[in-house]
Each structure stands twice: as structure tokens, then as C-alpha cells.
């Protein structure tokens, strides 16, 4: 890590978590750590937040 993950589903979260991120479907997150309950630490929009190892896929690299 860091790596680029894509949103796989729209998340919205608790309106009172403040730590967690919201996205929508498609949204590129950059994954900055894995925490150790499953969850990732991202950035996405110049928010830094909390990210559920569920809502994202990482990214192909692409080639030249």
C-alpha cells in the first residue's frame, strides 16, 4: 500500500461515524492501510476515512 481501489456499491454511513467514508459505485479510493479488523484506511475525494474491505476492489495497474 497505497494502492487505487474502485467502490463495487454506494455506501452511505451513519450519519453520527464520522470515520467512515462515503462512496458511491465506480468512486477510485486510495487505500493508504489495512487495518487489522478488515477494514482499509482511504482517501477519496480530499476526505480521509474508514473504508469496509466489502465495498471496494483494487484496481488493475494499468500497462504501457
Not at 463495487?8 to 461515524?17: S, T, V
Not at 493508504?32 to 473504508?51: A, C, F, H, Q
Amino acid at each position: 500500500l497505497p494502492a487505487v481501489a474502485k467502490a463495487i456499491y454506494d455506501r452511505q454511513p451513519n450519519a453520527y461515524d464520522r470515520t467512515q467514508l462515503k462512496l458511491k459505485k465506480g468512486q477510485l479510493v486510495r487505500i493508504t492501510k489495512k487495518l487489522t479488523n478488515g477494514m482499509y484506511e482511504g482517501e477519496s475525494d480530499g476526505r480521509v476515512g474508514i473504508v469496509p474491505f466489502t465495498y471496494v476492489r483494487f484496481a488493475k495497474a494499468e500497462t504501457a
